[in-house]
């Protein structure tokens, strides 16, 4: 049944392709979304990016018709502007003058004008969604990008049981597939889904109590090739963090993407910061010439332009929890790391001024490409899954990117668990030979004792 959708401003906000992906139904725009999407065409960052793509878009339409009357979308489906329902009554507590309002408007008009046409609201605005469901108008949010309850529980690892007699062979070239499997409840064995790349956690069936770690690679698992390392001098203290240093470890040309998802406290930032400090500036290889380190937040895009300074001045207050983790790395003694603040913080103060770690904005990432470079994007949760898609698209020859954040803390409005750019990103790239993921998990929280136990409590 072909349906009529009403599209919200803020799809296209972070969608600006989103017209093109509802088939053969019929699409109307309010007119006040042209209004709200002339008033964000000149704003900085992606809000501003994405306004100005949507109104290209539009005026690609416009060329092939009267967008009054409609015009037929690539997909079979039809677009068209809608003026009218100016004077559809709302009740008292929805002022007219406000956007959200004007566009339920229209919802109520075209329902009231044909009580057979089906009306749908899309919008990422819960709020709005909530206010047309009230006045009896169906609501949805914008599902395009969203991953499934099943996508979102993919941890990156598996664990299965091998034959021990297989044990040696594994440690010597690694073993089949087909020789590694798990128990359903009933005690009969059964094989396991792998994915390429997918850490595997392995534990030979007449020793249970003995664990070996592997990959899944070429249809094959094999043995870590980083386990003993020590990047700058930094020793994993679980399994999550053995699989994570593999990861990162692990040249940009065999794993240029790297997803590294869990809770605050997992050392995701401090061991990406570790092995880009080994790689360049510890024990440089010529791998890659410079870390950079972006963390994009809730009000990035929109605050930074008004805050004083340059560029790094900025963005400074984004990177302190980078400084944070530097100074754990730069002086690994914990009973007398800050005892001399001074000297610690000329450390650092040298590795910026070097050029060896270098701190940027988001929104100065688009457009470039970045060749042999270490990038670090910290809080990739508060990306969009069109922001992630420009930054993984950014990366030249021998650049590594590594994508950090907990999908279960989001900042940016019109964003979700599974709807932003970290889970998007995860999703999507299941089963790339090119992308190694891992999650960590609550109990491989190493920040503190009280952290460990406010995990496990709150």
Not at 70 to 84: A, D, H, M, Q
Not at 152 to 161: L, N
Not at 361 to 390: C, H, W
Request: aromatic letters at 6%; charged letters at 30%; hydrophobic letters at 35%.
């Amino acid at each position: 049944m072909i349906k009529t959708y009403v599209i919200d401003t803020n799809v296209l906000i972070q969608a600006p392709y989103a017209l093109e992906c509802f088939d053969d139904n019929r699409l109307v725009l309010p007119l006040v979304v042209l209004e709200e999407l002339d008033g964000l065409k000149k704003a900085e960052g992606e809000r501003g990016a994405n306004a100005r793509k949507a109104i290209r878009n539009l005026e690609r339409y416009r060329q092939c018709g009267d967008l009054l009357q409609g015009v037929e979308l690539p997909g079979g489906g039809s677009l068209r502007i809608e003026k009218n329902f100016v004077q559809v009554e709302l009740p008292q507590d929805l002022p007219e003058d406000k956007a959200d309002n004007r566009i339920l408007k229209v919802c109520k008009g075209l329902a009231d004008a044909d009580k057979n046409d089906q009306i749908i609201l899309v919008s990422k605005d819960i709020v709005l969604r909530l206010k047309a469901q009230i006045l009896g108008i169906p609501a949805e949010d914008f599902e395009k990008e969203r991953i499934s309850d099943n996508d979102a529980q993919y941890t990156g690892r598996i664990e299965v049981y091998i034959p021990e007699d297989k044990v040696k062979e594994f440690k010597k070239k690694g073993i089949c597939l087909a020789d590694a499997y798990q128990s359903d409840p009933e005690g009969k064995q059964i094989s396991p889904e792998f994915h390429e790349n997918e850490f595997v956690i392995l534990k030979p069936d007449q020793s249970v109590k003995k664990t070996l770690l592997g990959r899944v690679s070429g249809g094959k698992i094999v043995p870590l090739v980083y386990k003993k390392s020590k990047p700058y001098g930094v020793s994993p203290r679980n399994v999550g963090q053995y699989f994570m240093q593999e990861a990162l470890m692990t040249s940009a040309e065999e794993a240029p993407l790297v997803i590294l998802k869990g809770m605050a406290g997992t050392a995701k930032t401090f061991y990406s910061l570790a092995v880009g400090m080994e790689k360049v500036y510890n024990n440089p290889t010529g791998e890659y010439r410079r870390v950079i380190v972006c963390r994009p937040n809730a009000q990035f895009d929109d605050d930074i332009g008004f805050l004083p300074g340059d560029e790094k001045e900025k963005i400074a207050p984004l990177m302190r929890p980078v400084i944070d983790n530097l100074e754990q790395i730069l002086d690994s003694d914990e009973k007398r790391r800050y005892e001399d603040e001074e000297e610690l913080g000329d450390k650092i103060t040298e590795i910026f001024e070097r050029g060896i770690i270098q701190t940027e904005a988001m929104n100065f990432i688009r457009g470039r490409s970045i060749a042999r470079t270490y990038l670090i994007i910290d809080e990739a949760q508060n990306m969009t899954p069109n922001q992630v898609k420009g930054i993984i698209t950014r990366a030249g020859q021998g650049t590594k990117i590594i994508l950090l954040g907990d999908p279960q803390q989001i900042d940016k409005p019109f964003l979700d668990e599974r709807t932003n750019g970290l889970s998007y990103a995860a999703k999507h790239m299941i089963d790339s030979s090119l992308c190694w993921q891992i999650t960590l998990s609550a109990e491989e929280c190493e920040r503190s004792a009280l952290a460990m136990d406010a995990v496990k409590r709150l």
